[in-house]
């Protein structure tokens, strides 16, 4: 308990590190960037002011007012990104998911993303509405006589600036269909900006008909190190236990496709050796307006 008391102590340090760049970094100006492909091969990115039959009138990210012949134009295209302080900040485009657990930002309607987890568990996932986000998948475990699978829909009704709240299932059964299924009802909230954020959530863990009295708790970050590279730590403290589950690991990510390389560390357990456990997942993500 000592051990898992000094962890908690660092985490809510960590979050209190995270809740801090989350205040300091926001930037209420901010808005969805243009990039503009010229004819000459350069891109330029900022924002459209305004423009006419014959012209674009764009203000760079670094303030520059420019006036561009519609001509010299090859390709436009509105980016998910943001700009914040005079920098153009790319999403995460896994940014609907810690290492395993759910955040509470929905995706897009139409945009979804292919994900695979300690290789043997692929995870499909499509946005509805910009509020419902269908998932779900199968395992793929090679001579197995049956497989596991998993449905995972989460809702979210309320999205303002920064902060998300969302709810949903997870619910996992064999193909063999010998059993009701096991999962979780949970409830999650994610506050901050593309450069840092918090995520915690409650879970109320199910076995056919019977719902557990006490939640396990979820705290998670972001952190975001360059435009490409952020680091992810996860964390699950489950009720009436002496052990926690605790996660820090980096996520590498390009415009469509993210990896995740972990360490996860059963705090109070009485593991030997090595005492971490490899965590492994990449998602492609598709449909998305970059």
Avoid at 136 to 158: C, D, H, N, R
């Amino acid at each position: 308990m000592r051990s898992i008391f000094s962890t908690v102590l660092v985490l809510v340090a960590l979050d209190s590190i995270l809740m801090t760049r989350c205040f300091s970094q926001q930037d209420t100006t901010s808005q969805r960037p243009t990039k503009l492909v010229l004819r000459d091969g350069s891109e330029l990115i900022g924002t459209i002011v305004k423009e006419d039959s014959v012209s674009i009138f764009f203000n760079t990210i670094g303030n520059i007012s420019m006036t561009i012949p519609k001509n010299q134009v090859k390709a436009r295209e509105q980016l998910s990104g943001q700009v914040e302080g005079g920098q153009y900040i790319r999403p995460d485009p896994n940014h609907t998911r810690l290492f395993f657990a759910p955040t509470a930002r929905p995706l897009e309607s139409g945009q979804g993303y292919f994900s695979a987890y300690q290789i043997f568990f692929p995870f499909l996932a499509v946005g509805v509405a910009d509020v419902l986000t269908l998932a779900g998948g199968i395992s793929l475990f090679p001579g197995a006589e049956s497989q596991i699978f998993y449905l995972a829909p989460k809702v979210t009704p309320v999205e303002i600036d920064n902060l998300s709240l969302s709810g949903g299932v997870l619910y996992i059964n064999s193909t063999s269909g010998g059993s009701d299924g096991v999962g979780i009802i949970y409830g999650v909230t994610s506050f901050g900006s593309q450069r840092a954020s918090l995520t915690a959530g409650l879970g109320w863990g199910f076995s056919g008909d019977e719902t557990a009295d006490k939640p396990i708790i979820m705290l998670g970050g972001e952190l975001r190190a360059s435009n490409s590279i952020k680091f992810i730590t996860e964390n699950w403290f489950p009720p009436d236990s002496d052990i926690a589950f605790l996660s820090f690991g980096i996520r590498f990510f390009g415009e469509s496709l993210a990896a995740d390389l972990g360490l996860i560390y059963p705090a109070g357990s009485r593991i030997t050796g090595f005492p971490f456990l490899p965590w492994l997942g990449f998602a492609y993500n598709f449909g998305t307006d970059r």
